[in-house]
């Protein structure tokens, strides 16, 4: 454990909290002795992480309730935890939809979910929590975007898009903040074992993807040891790093055939 968590008073608010990688980094931080405000829909989930995190922890787990897709949502986070005195000092902003199949099979109304959900409560919660994140000497956000935004990969063209656009804000606004103490990292993995849609589709996309993917808890100590580090991206694994490094070497257009070959065969095996 890096000794830079007793530096951290105020809590971790991230939001997705209820499965999946958000679950898993609320564990993380919560055994590095950093309170949560867990962020989600499903209240049986969120209830059930509280009382694990808290009977195993030194910490508290405050959970609200709250659907991310309504636009209003990130303002009646922020104002609970003002009127609570909740000091967020980390913020993760891990909330996200997958995808993937053919643009013109999904509606428009899963597009502009996919969107709203992907980006815009990033937007709202760190233009919020800014203010409350700039009074502590040193205060985290990580933004949770995926190894697809270095490329564009056909058949999962919203998520990749959506996920290019956290990767550019969030090294964007990393070098805003740096002399505020706000450090800013974006994380990239690959493939994780999370929920059963993309257990199904890591389990049918070749050697590469079984070969990249991690389990979700070994994502969450890569993203919160990088964190504190000060690291800017964070690629958890060996493998997704090498695979970055090999998708930067191979020209944009070659890459994008040989994923879409083989993302349309694995389409038909799912
Ligand atoms: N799994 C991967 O292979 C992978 C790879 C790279 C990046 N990522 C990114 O990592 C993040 C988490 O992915 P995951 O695989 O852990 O997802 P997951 O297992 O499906 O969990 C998603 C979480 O978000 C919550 N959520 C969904 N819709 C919501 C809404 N409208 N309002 C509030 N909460 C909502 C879900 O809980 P409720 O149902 O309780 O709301 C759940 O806690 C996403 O941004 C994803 O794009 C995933």
Do not use: H
Not at 131 to 140: G, M, R, T
Not at 220 to 242: E, F, H, Q, T
């Amino acid at each position: 454990m890096l000794d830079t968590t007793s530096k951290i008073k105020g809590y971790c608010l991230i939001t997705g909290a209820s499965q999946g990688i958000g679950r898993a980094i609320s564990y993380e931080w919560a055994s590095r002795g950093v309170s949560i405000v867990a962020v989600a829909i499903d209240g049986a989930s969120l209830k059930e992480l509280k009382e694990e995190v808290e009977s195993t922890y030194d910490v508290s787990c405050i959970t609200l309730t709250k659907d991310l897709l309504n636009p209003d949502t990130p303002q009646e986070v922020f104002d609970w935890c003002m009127e609570n005195n909740i000091d967020v000092q980390v913020l993760v902003n891990n909330v996200g939809l997958g995808s993937s199949g053919s643009f013109e099979d999904t509606s428009i109304a899963f597009d502009i979910s996919l969107v709203k959900l992907n980006i815009f409560p990033m937007i709202q919660l760190t233009k919020l929590f800014l203010p409350v994140l700039k009074k502590f000497d040193k205060s985290y956000i990580l933004n949770m975007s995926s190894l697809g935004s270095y490329r564009p990969i056909p058949y999962k063209a919203l998520y990749t898009a959506s996920k290019a656009f956290i990767y550019s804000f969030s090294k964007a606004i990393s070098s805003e903040l740096k002399e505020d103490s706000v450090q800013v990292s974006v994380s990239c993995p690959a493939g994780v074992y999370t929920n059963a849609d993309t257990v199904r589709r890591i389990k049918v996309s070749g050697t590469i993807a079984k070969w990249t993917s991690l389990y979700a808890d070994m994502v969450a100590s890569s993203i919160v040891n990088g964190m504190l580090r000060g690291k800017d991206l964070i690629i958890p694994g060996k493998g997704a790093k090498l695979l970055k490094v090999l998708m930067m070497l191979m020209p944009e257009n070659v890459n994008r055939w040989m994923v879409g070959r083989n993302m349309k065969r694995n389409r038909r095996a799912v």
